[in-house]
C-alpha cells in the first residue's frame, strides 16, 4: 500500500490527465491487471469493465495474441515510415482486410493514430475532394448536438457538447451543428428521423450548398448518451447529401469493428458513407491506431491529382508497423470468434436486463443497440426533466459494488439527463451481463436516497 500511495502522489506531481482537475484524482482507481471482462485494481478488487476501456476494449482484456503479434513485429521492425514510396507489410495487409469488411464502396485505407486524429483527417479529407474537383469554396462541415468527434481543434469544433468547448473557444470557423436523432426528446412535428434529417438540409440550404463540404455523424451517438437514431434517419441523410452534393462522413470510431452488431454500423440501414472515421475497435486499445476509409469516388480524385495538387496529409506514425500487425491480428480475432454476430445477439439480452429498470422514478429511457446501452435519468418522468449532478455519486455506487460505468453528465440546454453509458467487451459472458442490471438498481437507489 506504500507502493500505490507514492504512486498516487507521483501521479498528483508529475501528471495531467484527460477532463483534469485535481479534486477527481485524491483517490484515483489504480487499475493493474485485466482478464477478459473483468478489471482488478492495486487493492485486489475485480470490477466489471463496463465501457470496454473507453468504448474500445471489444476482444476483452489479457489476450496474449495480440502482445505476442506486437512483439513478433518489433523484433522484425519496430517502425518504418509509410511516407512518399515506402510501405510495410502489416500496414498493407491490415489495410486490404479492413477494405474487404467495410461498406461496398470502400476503396483505401488512410491510418492513423486515434478517433480525434481520424476525423481531423477526414476533413482534410473532404476539403481536398473539392477542391480537386474544382469548389474550392466547400469547406464547411456540419455536425449534430451531442455530437462527440474528439477534442482537437477542428474535432472539438464539431463536437456538441458544449463542457468540451467553453474553456477552449473560440470554435474553428466554419463548423455548424443542427439537431440530433434523439428520438426521446424530438420535439419537432416531423417523426424523429425524418425530421432530424431535414434540419440538415436547412442548414445546407441557409449556408448556401456550394460552401458545405461534408456532414460528420455517428451511426450510434457514443460519449453524448448512447443515442439510437431512428431507422428512417439514414436513408434521409445520404438522400439529402447526394441531392446538395455535400460528402457524408461516418464517425465510425466507437461503432465501427462489431460494437453494434454489425462490422460497421451503417450497413444495417443500407447507406454507404463517402468517408469513414475508425479507431478503437480496430486494435481493441492494444496499441493506439485509427483511420480513414475513402470511397472510390474519393480515392479516385486523390489518384487523378497532378504532382503539384497531391495529397499533402500526413503524420510520422500513419502505418505504423506494430500497431497495423496487433490491428490484423485483433480483426482476426472479432472475425473468427464471432464477435459481431455475439455483439447483436448479447447486445440484445443486456438491453432487455436494463429495460427493466424502467420500474425506477428516475428512470426516464433506456436505449441501444448491439453492446451499446445507454440509462438516462430524469427527476420528474412525465415532463422529461433532466437529472443533473446525479453522476458522480452513481459512479461511486456502481465502483463500489464491482462495476466501472461511465455517466455522461446531463445539461438543461439542451436538455439531456446524466446517462449511464455501457459497452462491454463483445466477449463479456452473459452471467457477467445480467449482474450489470443488478447492480445499476441498487446503485441508483443508492445514489438517489
Known amino acids: 500500500m506504500d507502493d500505490i500511495s507514492q504512486l498516487i502522489e507521483a501521479d498528483r506531481r508529475h501528471l495531467v490527465h484527460p477532463l483534469h482537475h485535481p479534486d477527481d484524482h485524491q483517490q484515483p482507481l489504480v487499475v493493474v491487471e485485466g482478464r477478459g471482462a473483468m478489471l482488478r485494481d492495486a487493492e485486489g478488487r475485480e470490477y466489471i469493465d463496463g465501457l470496454a476501456g473507453l468504448w474500445n476494449v471489444n476482444v476483452g482484456h489479457g489476450r496474449a495474441e495480440l502482445a505476442e ?7 522484425r521492425i519496430a517502425f518504418a515510415s509509410a511516407y512518399i514510396g515506402a510501405t510495410n507489410e502489416p500496414a498493407v495487409r491490415l489495410a486490404q482486410k479492413i477494405v474487404s469488411l467495410a461498406y461496398r464502396n ?10 480525434a486524429e481520424s476525423n481531423e483527417s477526414a476533413f482534410k479529407f473532404a476539403r481536398y475532394f473539392w477542391k480537386i474537383k474544382g469548389k474550392p469554396e466547400k469547406t464547411k462541415i456540419i455536425s449534430r448536438t451531442h455530437a462527440y468527434h474528439g477534442v482537437t481543434l477542428a474535432a472539438m469544433s464539431a463536437t456538441g457538447m458544449a463542457a468540451y468547448r467553453n474553456m477552449f473557444g473560440p470554435p474553428v470557423p466554419g463548423f455548424i451543428q443542427v439537431a ?43 460519449a453524448g448518451g448512447v443515442i439510437v ?31 453494434t452488431g454489425e462490422w460497421f454500423a451503417l450497413g444495417r440501414w ?44 500526413a503524420a510520422t506514425y500513419s502505418g505504423h508497423p506494430v500497431c497495423c500487425a496487433v490491428g490484423l491480428r485483433n480483426v482476426e480475432i472479432i472475425e473468427s470468434e464471432g464477435l459481431v454476430g455475439r455483439a447483436a445477439e448479447m447486445g440484445r439480452h443486456l438491453l ?22 445507454g440509462v438516462e435519468l430524469v427527476t420528474d418522468r412525465a415532463a422529461k426533466t433532466p437529472a443533473l449532478g446525479l453522476g458522480p455519486r452513481l459512479t461511486r455506487e456502481s465502483i463500489s459494488r464491482g462495476l466501472l460505468p461511465r455517466v455522461r453528465p446531463g445539461s438543461a440546454d439542451p436538455p439531456i439527463g446524466d446517462t449511464i453509458c455501457l459497452a462491454p467487451p463483445l466477449m463479456t459472458p452473459p452471467e457477467v451481463l445480467d449482474r450489470i442490471p443488478q447492480i445499476l438498481r441498487a446503485a441508483i437507489t443508492a445514489a438517489t436516497r
Not at 428512417?232 to 461516418?250: G, K, M, Q, W
Not at 491529382?305 to 497531391?310: F, L, Q, T, V
Open 69 to 75: 503479434a506486437a512483439a513478433a513485429q518489433m523484433r
Open 106 to 115: 470502400t476503396a483505401v485505407a488512410y491510418f492513423t493514430t486515434a478517433g
Open 180 to 222: 440530433a436523432p434523439y428520438p426521446y426528446r424530438w420535439a419537432g412535428n416531423e417523426e424523429a428521423g425524418i425530421g432530424a434529417a431535414n434540419a440538415v438540409e436547412e442548414a445546407i440550404l441557409a449556408e448556401g450548398a456550394d460552401t458545405v463540404a461534408a456532414v460528420i455523424a455517428e451511426p450510434v451517438m457514443g
Open 229 to 259: 437514431p431512428p431507422s428512417t434517419y439514414f436513408p434521409r441523410l445520404r438522400e439529402i447529401c447526394d441531392s446538395h452534393n455535400v460528402l457524408l462522413i461516418a464517425d465510425e470510431v466507437i461503432t465501427g469493428f462489431g460494437r
Open 270 to 313: 443500407g447507406v454507404e458513407p463517402d468517408l469513414v472515421s475508425f479507431a478503437k475497435g480496430v486494435t481493441s486499445g492494444y496499441l493506439p491506431l485509427g483511420g480513414v476509409l475513402a470511397s472510390r469516388r474519393v480515392h479516385e480524385a486523390i489518384e487523378s491529382a497532378p504532382a503539384d495538387r497531391r495529397f499533402m496529409h
Open 352 to 373: 432487455a436486463g436494463l429495460e427493466e429498470l424502467r420500474d425506477l422514478p428516475v428512470v426516464g429511457d433506456v436505449r441501444g443497440l448491439g453492446m451499446m446501452c
